[in-house]
């Protein structure tokens, strides 16, 4: 099997869903070639490759919708016997309001051939970043460089069909020093000419230098200047929780909110999938509705969740063009930027902490967006708008609300991040967030 | 399955100069559903099967895998797997080496009394419909999700050292997260059911009514629960907790891997380091076990993905360092003669590498009245919900789900989420007893890159730790 046969494996597979009585169906082929280096101490850990093949169908009887996803496209007969076998058995879902109708335009945006054809320099790519990471103060380095190339070919039994292609490079680095500090960066791009690893490894270097021998942080309630990677992991929980099936399942703690004030009047929250650099960007969502620009926090009032055509209906909406098979999800988060400078945001600041990452985001409550997440790598104190030295053993322990309410300055530039805490890539600038939480272990 | 391409696969790196070459075919068929808030969503029955293989040339490590199982791709992905161990050696400094293993040919398999795939799917769906109807009626709950994942993995492992190990593994999940309110307040917990096991498991587990009892509990929580005292006093935390602790801050810390750095991009390193065997980390009274071996365990296997042998390894003895967790490799670099079978990847698809399977605090001999005996104020934190670590694994927080006031020996009325913020050694050495029961919880491990998310059971008995700071509420 063969990408050139793609088209016919899908065809033929809503013929034969419709065949076996489904009302609707949707048939999606996608494959992927995809290459990692992984480093650590500044030495190749692994080389990787991988071929991956899913032929992705969904078919609905009536309002009885089931779904498959198979490696060997070659099964597709007996996957369709299965599901209608099952089909007669399922109970219906009420919530179930159809799939997009209709032929729908779509965007162009042809992947780089250069990314396609960059396996073999992939290696000396990933040295460009851990040389320049080790010139600007790092002992040692760890990450990953990532090339993907896509391609997805989609047919609906209501109209809707698109084939498209995408190439995309991601690096992460850590980078180390002798005296316990750290600073990690990642950069990503959809064009080859446009990515140089030696960046991101250059301000990782940068950062971890600025760590030396951190002692134990303050607790209470302080402002925090998040960087774009620590920033990321606010845009992404916000826009992530907007799925309205999140929101249904009581799992986010923006249910009920529509039109009221979520953040502050600076919050501005996107998703949008059209982005000609957003590593998630898609022509179109899984109905084969084109994907779009969706604001979902327009000057700290919640305006929209992300909806497929049945949550839409269910919500009195339109779909925003972010189905997934079976739920809605974001393609790029984005929170827009603000116009201060880094030197404006220390002087707003005053006194505070730089968090320059986190990870481990865990909720409490989802419904309340109560939760806590642990800074890692450079935290930096700051007094007077200028940084005094580096902190460790903190938590930001919160509640998503709050955090989004909290926020007093924006910066000016926008940044992608995209690494293994950040899963959606996510645009955002820094930002300034006033009487955050901070906790720590005393013991 | 056809394990020929695999065979294959080793003979072609061999032929093209690996000096290791490993091939793992997995055929996993999976079948989900969901019921939200009393509707059901798309029922899913999914199959994958392929190949990963690794090769070992000129002291650098690759991996690749295929899915289309044709001679001629596999063929492909073999080749390049060797090209790119090849690539990668060109700028080795230090050469990666593997210890030497026993080869073994064996065959196993969780035995199904109920085989999932022969379970008609109305049963299964209706264990969701089960749960929905024992949300009790007297109660507010406006957030009801319900999951039921059932799996099974036939995997065929070979390398070149000889081995061939067949294997056949069912797993059944159920997760529940309902949300409660009650004055204007909710409460949320996010509940696990699962073993690896065939679908009489899952009958005899009862989740309907377990369900239903938590649902109570977050309802009395929401209604009675008080602030929990503040400053130090005694925990007893329950079997879920103690071994969440168990997983999080000695099971990661003494993955072998991670202590050498290799996962310090993603997962993090370990505060443990490598000459660290030996050193007290907690009181006498701690010890803690990984075994992938317990029968229908979450983490269940008896030979790990690169052939070995799998048994129960001691991390925690007596609360000092006793062993780490390792893979061929990782066995090399700390001169040791053998691996103890830790490498796990979750999928064909991904890398074997150091994992926990089934990590659990060793049960004392106390009854949990003894335990309670000697508290005068304290808390009894039953589970969790909230928790977090560090990426050194130092700095932990459990937030409690259920959790009582302890007075005079005695059990009170609920507590709202107390909050345990504590380091590594700081909760470990303020362990003065633990019990003799023993409830193994189940969780999803994440580690890697691509993530590798894989079953693995935590559990313990009931364990009293004294003079902990406290905090929430």
Redesign the interface.
Known sequence: ?AKSEDAGIVEAAVKKALGAGATDAIAIVNRSSSN?V?F??S????????????LDI?MVFGKR????????PT?IDA?IE??RR?SA???????YKGIAEGKFKYRKNPPDKKIIDAE?KL?DLT?KGILAAEKAGAD?T???LHRYHTWSTMRSSRGPSFEEEGASVAF???A?NKDGGSG?MSGCSTKLADFNPAEPGKEAGELCKLVRKPQTGPEGKLKVLFTPMSAADIAIHVVGFASA?RV????SFL?DKIGKDVGSPMVNLYDDGTLEDGLGSRCADDEGIPTQRTQVVKEGRLLSYLHNTSTGAKFGAKSTGNAG??FPHPWNCVMEPGDMKHDELLEEMGDGLIVTNV??????????G?????P?DAILKVEKGEVVGAVK?I?V?DNMGRILKGVCGLGKELRQIYW?EI?TPTFVPHVLIKDVGI????? | MDESLADYAIERMGALGASYAEARMELSYVESY?V??G????????????IGMRALVGG??????????TKP?VK??AE??VR??K??A?????KIRLCDEKAHVEKYSVFQKERIADV???EK?GLL?DIEKAVPKDMVV????FFLQLSQSNKYVANSDGSKIHSEIPRVFAMC???VVAYDR???AILYYAASAGWEWMKNEDVPNKFASEVRMLHRSLTEGKSPPKGNVDLIVGPEVAGIAAHESCGHPYEADRI???????A?ESFVKPDMIGERIGSKVPTIIEDPTLPNSYGFYLYDDEGVKAGPRILMKDGVVNGFLHNRETAAKFKLARSNGSARSAAY?R?PIVRMANTYVKPGDMKFEELLEGVKLGVYIKSF???????TR????Y?GREAYLIENGEVKGPVG?PII???TP?FWS?VDAVGNDMTFAIGTCGKG???QGVPVGMGGPHMRLRG??L?GG
């Open positions: 099997m990692q992984k650590a101490n030495e190749i850990a692994t080389l990787q490759s991988w071929l991956d093949t899913s969904y919708v089931l779904s498959s996803s198979i490696t060997d099964r996957t299965l599901l099952n058995r399922a109970p219906e879902n009420e919530d073999g290696v040295w040692r760890a990450g990953t992460s680095i850590r180390f990690h099936a249904e399942s009581g799992m249910r098979l079976m990870w481990y985001t865990r909720f409490q409550n989802y419904f309340t109560d939760y806590s997440t642990i890692r053993g938590r322990t293994w899963e906790t720590k272990s005393t013991m | 969901i939200r808030n509707n059901p969503d798309a029922a899913d029955s999914s199959q994958g099967m392929g650098a490590l690759s991996f690749a895998s295929v899915d289309t199982l791709r492909e992905q390049r797997c790119l161990a690539a990668a060109k700028r080795a400094k230090k008609p799917q109305e769906m419909f406006p957030g009801r999700y997260v309902p949300t909710s409460a949320q050498l750095g290799r996962e310090a991009a993603q993090g698809n890398e919900n909230e928790w977090n670590i560090d990426d130092y700095n932990q927080k937030v989420a913020e504590i380091t700081g303020a890159e691509p993530a902990v700071r905090g």
